[in-house]
Nanobody
């Protein structure tokens, strides 16, 4: 089993900053990618930023220049600057990984989500 735990959400005024963290633990052989998604009620979950092992990060257009994703081993961070009210959402971390038992099988593991609220 793989556990994914996010932290760092909260309430912030527009123009402020937050840093989200996501730690993956458990039965992990290798991590292929780690990413952040967000969802507001009534909308589909959307990819905010993703970092693929050996690749360059990619970002949702609306957050480019404001958000930065980074990774340190099994932890991924999302630094969010110049926050806007439209960034308000529940942010989820997704880890794409293989386990020692099934090294050729890639699975996605999700965290429970952390709420970010940006007030105007």
């Amino acid at each position: 089993q793989v556990q994914v735990v996010e932290s760092g959400g909260g309430l912030v005024q527009a123009g402020g900053s937050l840093r989200l963290s996501c730690a993956a633990s458990g039965s992990i052989f290798s991590i292929n990618a780690m990413g952040w998604y967000r969802q507001v009620p009534g909308n589909q979950r959307e990819l905010v930023a993703q970092i693929v092992s050996g690749g360059v990060p990619n970002y949702l257009d609306s957050v480019k220049g404001r958000f930065t994703i980074s990774r340190d081993k099994n932890t991924v961070y999302l630094q969010m600057n110049s926050l806007k009210p439209e960034d308000t959402a529940v942010y989820y971390c997704k880890v794409t990984a293989t386990s020692p038992a099934t090294r050729l099988v890639v699975n996605d593991y999700w965290g429970q989500g952390t709420r970010v609220t940006v007030s105007s």
